[in-house]
T-cell receptor
Framework: GAVVSQHPSWVICKSGTSVKIECRSLDFQATTMFWYRQFPKQSLMLMAT?????????EQGVEKDKFLINHASLTLSTLTVTSAHPEDSSFYIC??????????FGPGTRLTVT | GQNIDQPTEMTATEGAIVQINCTYQTSGFNGLFWYQQHAGEAPTFLSY??LDGLEEKGRFSSFLSRSKGYSYLLLKELQMKDSASYLC??????????WGAGTKLIIKP
């Protein structure tokens, strides 16, 4: 099946710094990628939909200037958490859509902001 | 609004059978997914139903009734490694996944 990778798998950063998370589709091209955030004991929350070559579509309540998404190629999307704060600490997961209904998830990135 | 309901937590015994229910109300329907998620890991795909009926895949089966807005995931011959959260998700008319909150399944020896 399709493989999606994320890097880094975990990161600890200081409050006020920025962190970039990469999401790659390894053996297929993904025109659409999704970014999710998951807090402990909660379900996945869609943050934004990323389409190659165009601006991302953010869900209501997600600050687009804080969570910068770039989908520059058919195999790479990046999420940058700018000026991170402790409340941004979470598990960030990307997924790539292959067909209308097939979605494959990356392994996730655990972000801890101190 | 869109809504997906599933029990918060269930407990079952190793070797037994457990059924996890999911009811949904969404704007449009293009299929229902079940995912398994172990703590600290990303979800992994279990099943996809778009037509009514039962889909069997090894120890796991998934059922869908579109008229009732209802699905269940059936796990047989439970193993300790099946302890995880099980997420129900519906693909709506815009092909966007709407997620349930997940059911934490605890398996006891």
């Amino acid at each position: 099946g399709a493989v999606v990778s994320q890097h880094p798998s975990w990161v600890i950063c200081k409050s006020g710094t920025s962190v970039k998370i990469e999401c790659r589709s390894l053996d297929f091209q993904a025109t659409t990628m999704f970014w999710y955030r998951q807090f402990p004991k909660q379900s996945l929350m869609l943050m934004a939909t990323s389409n190659e070559g165009s601006k991302a579509t953010y869900e209501q309540g997600v600050e687009k200037d804080k969570f910068l998404i770039n989908h520059a190629s058919l195999t790479l999307s990046t999420l940058t958490v700018t000026s991170a704060h402790p409340e941004d600490s979470s598990f960030y997961i990307c997924s790539a859509r292959v067909q209308d209904y097939e979605q494959y998830f990356g392994p996730g990135t655990r972000l801890t902001v101190t | 609004g869109q809504n997906i309901d599933q029990p918060t937590e269930m407990t079952a015994t190793e070797g037994a059978i457990v059924q996890i229910n999911c009811t949904y109300q969404t704007s449009g329907f293009n299929g229902l997914f079940w995912y398994q998620q172990h703590a600290g890991e990303a979800p992994t795909f279990l099943s996809y139903n778009v037509l009514d009926g039962l889909e069997e895949k090894g120890r796991f089966s998934s059922f869908l009734s579109r008229s009732k807005g209802y699905s269940y995931l059936l796990l047989k011959e439970l193993q300790m490694k099946d302890s995880a959260s099980y997420l129900c998700a519906v693909l709506d008319s815009n092909y966007q996944l709407i997620w349930g909150a997940g059911t934490k399944l605890i398996i006891k020896p």
